[in-house]
């Protein structure tokens, strides 16, 4: 009787588990959900449009691209929706110029490329989206889902290749699912850090059922049990790639998470500026980001008439000539100052890794990324405070709570004093000659003089360009744009690009140093092909003037 029992309970065990296994393998096919959702086999409808109702619904108004088969759908769509679709002469100024459209537009910036070596070809660029921390969404197409890792056209393992650059990373495996990720993905390039996102559609995704059903078609009827069971397995898998393709759903962007400070680390370092007689601020382009309007920011750095030394993105935040922007002498500025306020500013090879900063001075810390916040703290510099959080939104809250307060007024204008010898001493070796080759200096304020007001500056390049971060002045706010702490040569034509389409009213002047202009001189053909040329025009004896507003296109050493 016992033995009986035994073998009963044996035999419901694997019962039991043979329908579990039954009942995973049947989800995993996607068997249930098609019982609640079928597919329209009659519909036109394409996952193209899906992505690009998804990019309308969250203010997209430019993808940049480089045309390949796997993605036609998408650029299709997105045209007829009104999306501008903008081709480039290389997949990573497709890249470079949705950075730029991010940087200077507040959204994100969209680049969509085809499978393989489209990809590879972006990976410089996005590594500099990442270290910008730029939000930037990568569209790139892929080998057909039951063809991937078989030897398909094109097909490589793309998303181990970028999920070290990438805050985020996903392959659409069936129709359903490309506004849930699409989403998610635009969510997470804006939320905490800023950063790229990569979405990869394999080409069954992408294009309509009738179509992919024609790839799927066994070409003789199958015979014997093994061939009935793959005709059913690529009958069913054909079906869940479209099952609930074209069910509503909502387009609505998902909520974007900021950290920010809390109100009693604001009154910390509220009590240590008030107590403050040689405050200084570097700013960094992190204070650039939404949502705080970069306007305001720049009323509360006024409202605080601390000295500020600005870099990457922050520069032009205080205008062309305002009196707490210093530009010069920044290391014996840091060695007198007691409080330094780093606001999204990082300790790496800019600041020295932190050796500029001297010991006895109280210093705040504000940074998004907990890794850049804290950046070579462990050896030379250490933080008064240290705040994980947003520095645009954390400058309003220290103005607020500083009304009243202003810096004592002897100590910006001794270092204004500064600026104004080594600015004198500039000029006087730009007017230096030269018997071979034209000088830098000279053109480069040569160019600061011809610039219109609403100019935005483009910097290219390596020695000239260090040259032209402390010469040329941007008029206002987010109205300089180079490649950050990466140092990307190349950046020029994408960020043109970018920034004149992003601001048609605007000049654009791409400041090139002799050896970056080669990596994009072919996307002068983009900016004629896309009328995005300026009406305005100039020559001089020291520089080329060209397309893209004015460029600069002729560099001297």
């Given at each position: 009787m016992d033995c009986c029992c035994s073998v009963a309970a044996v035999l419901g065990c694997l019962f039991a588990s043979a329908c579990a296994v039954l009942m995973f393998a049947a989800y995993k096919l996607g068997v249930i959900y098609q019982l609640f959702h079928k597919a329209e086999l009659k519909s036109p409808r394409h996952g193209g449009e899906s992505v690009a109702e998804v990019l309308q619904a969250h203010g997209i108004k430019f993808v940049f691209t480089l045309v390949g088969g796997h993605i036609s759908p998408i650029l299709v769509a997105c045209e007829k929706v009104g999306i501008r679709i903008v081709d480039t002469r290389h997949e990573a100024t497709a890249v470079f110029a949705a950075d730029a459209v991010?940087?200077?537009?507040?959204?994100?910036?969209?680049?969509?490329?085809?499978?393989?070596?489209?990809?590879?070809?972006?990976?410089?660029?996005?590594?500099?989206?990442?270290?910008?921390?730029?939000?930037?969404?990568?569209?790139?197409?892929?080998?057909?889902?039951?063809?991937?890792?078989?030897?398909?056209?094109?097909?490589?393992?793309?998303?181990?290749?970028?999920?070290?650059?990438?805050?985020?990373?996903?392959?659409?495996?069936?129709?359903?699912?490309?506004?849930?990720?699409?989403?998610?993905?635009?969510?997470?390039?804006?939320?905490?850090?800023?950063?790229?996102?990569?979405?990869?559609?394999?080409?069954?995704?992408?294009?309509?059922?009738?179509?992919?059903?024609?790839e799927f078609a066994a070409k003789n009827t199958p015979k014997g049990l093994v061939g009935k069971a793959i005709s059913w397995y690529l009958r069913n898998h054909l079906t869940n790639l479209f099952a609930g393709a074209w069910e509503p759903q909502d387009l609505s962007p998902l909520p974007v998470q900021i950290p920010k400070a809390t109100d009693q680390q604001v009154q910390q370092c509220v009590e240590l500026v008030s107590r403050a007689k040689k405050p200084v601020i570097l700013l960094g382009s992190q204070a650039t980001l939404p949502p705080t309007p970069v306007e305001d920011i720049r009323k509360a750095l006024e409202s605080l008439g601390i000295p500020c030394f600005l870099g990457g993105m922050a520069r032009g935040m205080l205008g062309r000539d305002s009196e707490l922007h210093i530009r010069q002498n920044r290391k014996d500025a840091l060695k007198e100052a007691d409080v330094v306020l780093l606001a999204g500013t990082v300790?790496?090879?800019?600041?020295?890794?932190?050796?500029?900063?001297?010991?006895?001075?109280?210093?705040?810390?504000?940074?998004?990324?907990?890794?850049?916040?804290?950046?070579?703290?462990?050896?030379?510099?250490?933080?008064?405070?240290?705040?994980?959080?947003?520095?645009?939104?954390?400058?309003?809250?220290?103005?607020?709570?500083?009304?009243?307060?202003?810096?004592?007024?002897?100590?910006?204008?001794?270092?204004?004093?500064?600026?104004?010898?080594?600015?004198?001493?500039?000029?006087?070796?730009?007017?230096?000659?030269?018997?071979?080759?034209?000088?830098?200096?000279?053109?480069?304020?040569?160019?600061?003089?011809?610039?219109?007001?609403?100019?935005?500056?483009?910097?290219?390049?390596?020695?000239?360009?260090g040259s032209a971060a402390y010469i040329m002045r941007p008029r206002g706010p987010l109205r300089w744009l180079d490649p950050g702490a990466f140092g990307t040569l190349g950046v020029g034509g994408g960020f043109a690009l970018g920034a004149k389409l992003s601001r048609p009213e605007s000049e654009v002047w791409i400041i090139y140093g002799d050896g970056s202009l080669g990596y994009s001189v072919a996307e002068f053909d983009t900016f004629t092909r896309h009328k995005v040329r300026s009406p305005h025009s100039a020559q001089t004896s020291e520089s080329r003037v060209a397309e893209s507003g004015k460029s600069l296109a002729r560099a001297a050493y």
């Open positions: 991010a940087r200077l537009s507040g959204t994100i910036g969209v680049a969509a490329v085809t499978a393989g070596p489209g990809l590879t070809n972006t990976v410089t660029a996005v590594k500099n989206a990442q270290m910008a921390e730029s939000p930037l969404l990568l569209i790139g197409g892929a080998a057909a889902t039951l063809l991937q890792g078989r030897g398909a056209l094109q097909d490589i393992d793309q998303l181990s290749l970028f999920r070290p650059l990438c805050k985020f990373c996903a392959s659409v495996r069936t129709v359903r699912e490309i506004v849930p990720v699409v989403k998610k993905a635009i969510a997470v390039a804006q939320s905490g850090t800023p950063g790229p996102v990569f979405v990869e559609f394999p080409i069954d995704t992408l294009y309509p059922y009738h179509l992919v059903e024609k300790c790496d090879f800019r600041l020295s890794y932190g050796r500029v900063l001297n010991r006895r001075s109280k210093i705040i810390a504000v940074n998004r990324d907990k890794g850049q916040l804290l950046k070579n703290s462990d050896m030379f510099w250490k933080p008064t405070v240290a705040i994980q959080g947003d520095a645009g939104s954390f400058l309003l809250c220290l103005s607020e709570g500083l009304k009243g307060y202003r810096c004592p007024q002897d100590w910006p204008q001794s270092l204004k004093e500064g600026d104004i010898t080594k600015e004198k001493a500039n000029r006087d070796k730009a007017a230096e000659q030269t018997h071979r080759h034209l000088n830098p200096l000279k053109v480069l304020h040569r160019a600061e003089e011809l610039m219109a007001e609403d100019s935005i500056i483009v910097a290219d390049g390596g020695d000239f360009v």
